[in-house]
């Protein structure tokens, strides 16, 4: 099993720059891919970024390819996202998951943390 924690997130004005961290307990951490989900108020979460366990590969939704980065540190069980170019659109809570398998789908996730939110001023 394994227990996420993010953090990283705050108010930036657009076209500022975040660096969200999913901090992960748990020896098997380096097992696991890891997905970034996002869900602002009145729509449903989505799919931002995920990275395979050992960072071979690594998914991008649309609208984040080129402004967003994933990276992971498996000596630190640490994952990050990395956010230029922010939008006002972007903001949302910010979710990482765990999960056997690299994906896109929420569902094929088995743990959840408990967000954090970021919000982007026009």
């Known amino acids: 099993q394994v227990q996420l924690v993010e953090s990283g997130g705050g108010l930036v004005q657009a076209g500022g720059s975040l660096r969200l961290s999913c901090a992960a307990s748990g020896r098997t951490f380096s097992t696991y891919a890891i997905g970034w989900f996002r869900q602002a108020p009145g729509k449903e979460r989505e799919f931002v970024a995920a990275?395979?366990?050992?960072?071979?590969?690594?998914y991008y939704a649309d609208s984040v390819k080129g402004r967003f980065t994933i990276t992971r540190d498996n000596a630190k069980n640490t994952v990050n996202l990395q956010m230029n170019s922010l939008e006002p659109e972007d903001t949302a809570v910010y979710y990482c998951?765990?999960?056997?398998?690299?994906?896109?789908?929420?569902?094929?996730?088995?743990?959840w943390g408990q967000g954090t939110q970021v919000t982007v001023s026009s």
């Open positions: 998951n765990a999960g056997f398998k690299i994906a896109t789908k929420a569902d094929a996730y088995d743990y």
């Open positions: 990275i395979s366990w050992n960072g071979g590969s690594k």
